[in-house]
């Protein structure tokens, strides 16, 4: 038992020094927070406007997850590498779609075009929401349980939600699952949310 703690603490240890640097150099979106509740892990946000790229999960995750890759990767007309960003945007909606935040220094005329055709692009504006924070592994089950611990939140507190809910994953996959940062973003009313 107690080599199996240091074996633990070793690896988290290992972990936070070799991926400190790494994680804190990935972009993600800009926001500020508007309000926030510590205890529920909750709070409500005011997002800029992002670029991303988008595809269909017709196949699952993981598929999803290769066509935006291998699009960043090099797999466009200029063999340009994007700079993964942070988080991994799943819709938890019929749509099965993913989406990679595009790096804030690219336009729309910016981006290489994809060789994939299964890669386009949205500018998403500005807008406010409300956000769940979790860790560990984000199956939909642990998702869709989150997503309800927040619906319920803000009926309580007469927020109204404006939009479908997304689940957001941070980490590279070899993140140990209690450090890893998950959250359900979904927008709200502005009117709402002052």
């Given at each position: ?29 800009q926001y500020e ?81 994809p060789e994939d ?78």
């Amino acid at each position: 038992m107690m080599k199996q703690s240091l074996l633990l603490m070793s690896l988290v240890a290992i972990t936070t020094l070799t991926m400190g640097p790494f994680a804190s150099a990935i972009e993600e979106p800009q926001y500020e927070v508007i309000t926030a509740w510590e205890e529920h892990s909750i709070e409500l946000r005011s997002y800029a406007p992002r670029l991303l790229a988008v595809t269909t999960m017709t196949q699952g995750q993981n598929n999803g997850f290769r066509v935006l890759a291998g699009y960043i990767f090099g797999g466009n007309t200029s063999d340009q590498k994007i700079a993964m960003t942070a988080p991994v945007q799943r819709s938890m909606d019929d749509s099965a779609e993913m989406a990679f935040m595009m790096p804030a220094e690219y336009s729309l005329s910016d981006l290489p075009t994809p060789e994939d055709d299964r890669v386009s692009f949205r500018e998403a504006p500005g807008y406010t929401a409300a956000v769940i924070q979790f860790n560990g592994w984000a199956d939909m089950e642990k998702a869709e349980a989150n997503w309800q611990v927040l619906q319920a939140f803000l009926t309580e507190q007469d927020i109204a939600i404006a939009g479908e809910p997304s689940l957001n994953q941070y980490n590279p996959p070899w993140t140990l699952p209690f450090l890893r940062r998950n959250e359900i973003i979904v927008p709200i009313s502005d009117a709402e949310s002052t």
